[in-house]
C-alpha cells in the first residue's frame, strides 16, 4: 500500500478554484499527535478548538468547521472514527459528532507503517506542505500542529533521541507579550487571528532551549528572522540590540531595524516573566553578530 500516493491524493471539496486545505490540516495535525503518542485517540470534542485555529489561521477565508474533515477524511484510507457505539462516524454534523463521543486516529494500517518505518511520517508531511501549503509557512504550520520534522529525520539518520516541543509555546508567548512584536510593536492581525506574528525562542530549542515565557519573544516574522540571523539581540535592561554589521541604506531599513537600537522591548505584560538573563546572554554570545550600534538619535 503507497501511502504516500494516498497522502497525495486525498479527495477535496472543490469549485471555482478555491482552496480547501480541511483534509491535509487534519492530516498533518494526526501525524503530530502520532509523533507523541502512536496509539492515542483524538476526541473530537478535546481538538476540534484546536482544529478550528489551524483552518482560521490556514484555511480559506469562507466560514468553515472541523467536523468536515473529521468526518470525510475515513473516505481516503488513512483515518478512522469511532463513537460510544462502536466504529464508524455519526456524519459531518458538529453535534453529532459532539454527543456521540466520536474519536479519530490514523488507522491500524497507516500506524504500523510508520512505526516500521519512521522516515514514512516526515515524507508523508512533506508531501502534504508541498502539495497545499507555500515553503515561508511550513515551519509555522509544522510548529501549530506539533510536528517534529526535523528531529524525526535526525533519529532516522543517527538514532538520536527526539524531544518534545511544547504545542502551547506559541499562544502563551503571544498571549504574555499581548499580541505585538516586543522590538517594533506591529500587532496586526485578521479578524481575531494574528498574522505575521511569531513565538522567538531566545535560545534556540534544538540548543536544549526551554519552551518557557523566559526564553521566548513574540516578535513580527521580519524581526523574528533578524533576531535569528545575529542582526537584533537583547541588551542588559531588556533593550533592542542592533548589530553594527548590518547595513541599510533605505529609509525602510533604517525605520524597521536602525531605529530600533537602545529602544526598550514591549512587554511582556505585568505577572509574565521577562527574558532571564542567561538565555540573554547565551543569544549575545552564540548568535548575536559583532557590536550592537549606538542608541538611536531621537
Not at 489561521?57 to 462502536?86: I, K, M, Q, S
Not at 454534523?93 to 512505526?115: F, W
Not at 506542505?129 to 517534529?148: I, K, N, T
Not at 506574528?197 to 513580527?220: I, K, M, S, T, Y
Request: net charge neutral; aromatic share 8%; charged share 25%.
Amino acid at each position: 500500500m503507497d501511502w504516500l500516493e494516498r497522502a497525495g491524493a486525498l479527495r477535496q471539496w472543490a469549485a471555482n478554484g478555491e482552496r480547501a486545505p480541511h483534509k491535509p490540516l487534519l492530516l498533518l495535525y494526526a501525524l503530530g499527535c502520532f509523533q507523541r503518542d502512536a496509539e492515542g485517540e483524538l476526541a473530537y470534542s478535546a481538538v476540534e478548538a484546536d482544529l478550528k485555529r489551524l483552518l482560521a489561521e490556514y484555511g480559506p477565508g469562507r466560514r468553515t468547521t472541523p467536523a468536515y474533515p473529521f468526518h470525510h477524511l475515513v473516505n481516503d484510507g488513512v483515518w478512522e472514527v469511532r463513537t460510544h457505539r462502536g466504529p464508524g462516524s455519526p456524519g459531518p454534523a458538529v453535534g453529532a459528532l459532539r454527543e456521540s463521543g466520536a474519536a479519530g486516529r490514523l488507522v491500524p494500517e497507516l500506524r504500523g507503517a510508520l512505526g516500521r518505518e519512521p522516515e514514512l511520517l516526515v515524507l508523508m508531511a512533506r508531501k502534504l506542505l508541498d502539495l497545499h501549503f507555500p515553503p515561508s509557512l511550513h515551519g509555522e504550520l509544522c510548529e501549530a500542529v506539533g510536528l517534529e520534522l526535523e528531529y524525526a529525520e535526525l533519529e532516522t539518520v543517527v538514532g538520536r533521541k527526539r524531544r518534545q516541543r511544547d504545542r502551547r509555546m506559541r499562544e502563551i508567548v503571544l498571549t504574555a507579550y499581548e499580541f505585538r512584536c516586543a522590538f517594533c510593536g506591529y500587532d496586526g492581525a485578521v479578524g481575531m487571528v494574528p498574522v505575521g506574528l511569531e513565538a522567538a525562542h531566545v535560545r534556540w530549542w534544538a540548543l536544549d532551549g526551554p519552551d518557557e515565557v523566559d526564553n521566548g519573544l513574540c516578535l513580527c516574522s521580519l524581526h523574528h528572522k533578524l533576531f535569528d540571523k545575529g542582526v537584533l539581540g537583547v541588551a542588559e535592561g531588556h533593550r533592542v540590540m542592533v548589530s553594527r554589521s548590518f547595513v541599510g541604506r533605505g529609509a525602510a531599513a533604517r525605520a524597521n531595524v536602525i531605529d530600533l537600537a537602545g529602544g526598550p522591548l514591549l512587554g511582556p505584560q505585568p505577572g509574565s516573566p521577562p527574558v532571564a538573563d542567561r538565555h540573554r546572554a547565551w543569544h549575545t554570545a552564540q548568535v548575536f553578530h559583532g557590536e550592537p550600534r549606538s542608541a538611536a538619535a531621537l
